[in-house]
């Protein structure tokens, strides 16, 4: 199997930055995607390959990675920013495609 | 613009079927392979499956080897997610998520299905 690990919560201020974190040992080829979920609601995709953007999604949210860890970073988080965060990534043989077990941020 | 309809709840027995459907609008179906994807309560959402709108390939997931079938119907820009032997660890919200082709990147998602399995 394949693990991928994120923190189970974050919290800022609005307008600070956020970071979201997840580890994976096969990060460094398999550039994770990062989705938000809010409450009752189906995960949108904020962050994909490379720090892409879909469009409509703010400029604040961006995405890098060193070594195999990834992150994506909210700068200037705002309250409606507040949701689960995934992210999802294969290994290195492709067999195996997986979320992290997600982190909550609350902007308060 | 992108959209999908998802089929209604559902209630199932222990051991019964269920088929959820996915319909497609406002792009190329058979660009696009088929995603689903589940989200048991309060757990992060898990991979099922994809299938290829334009050929009918399908890929699943070892957890649902031999319990799922994922099928498509191009007329109706539809695709259906069957999962069989239900037990109550089933019960989740299923979602259907575009594809874009040559990569596991699913970018659109539907509103998800409720499937609840209780005897």
């Known amino acids: 199997s394949y693990e991928l690990t994120q923190p189970p919560s974050v919290s800022v201020s609005p307008g600070q930055t956020a970071r979201i974190t997840c580890s994976g040992d096969?990060?460094?080829?398999?550039?994770p995607y990062w989705y938000q979920q809010k409450s009752g609601q189906a995960p949108v995709l904020v962050n994909y390959?490379?720090?892409k953007r879909p469009s409509g999604i703010p400029e604040r949210f961006s995405g890098s990675i060193s070594g195999t860890m990834a992150t994506l970073t909210i700068s200037g988080a705002q309250v409606e920013d507040e949701a689960d965060y995934y992210c999802?990534?294969?290994?290195?043989?492709?067999?195996?495609?997986?979320f992290g077990g997600g982190t909550k941020l609350t902007v308060l | 613009q992108v959209q999908f309809v998802q089929s209604g709840a559902e209630v199932k027995r222990p051991g019964a079927s269920v088929k959820v459907s996915c319909r497609a609008s406002?792009?190329?179906?058979?660009?696009?392979?088929m995603h689903w994807v589940r989200q048991a309560p309060g757990q992060r959402p898990e991979w099922m499956g994809w299938?290829?709108?334009?050929?009918?390939?399908?890929g699943y997931s070892q957890t649902f080897q031999g319990r799922l079938t994922l099928t498509r119907d191009i007329s109706a820009s539809t695709v259906f997610m069957e999962l069989r032997n239900l037990r109550s660890e089933d019960t989740a919200v299923y979602f259907c998520?575009?594809?874009?082709?040559?990569?596991?990147?699913?970018?659109?998602w539907g509103k998800g299905t409720t499937v609840t399995v209780s005897s």
């Open positions: 299938i290829s709108a334009a050929v009918g390939n399908t």
């Open positions: 390959e490379d720090n």
């Open positions: 998520a575009r594809g874009p082709p040559g990569t596991i990147l699913m970018d659109v």
């Open positions: 406002g792009y190329s179906f058979t660009t696009y392979a």
């Open positions: 096969a990060l460094p080829e398999k550039y």
């Open positions: 999802f990534s294969r290994d290195n043989t492709e067999i195996y495609r997986v």
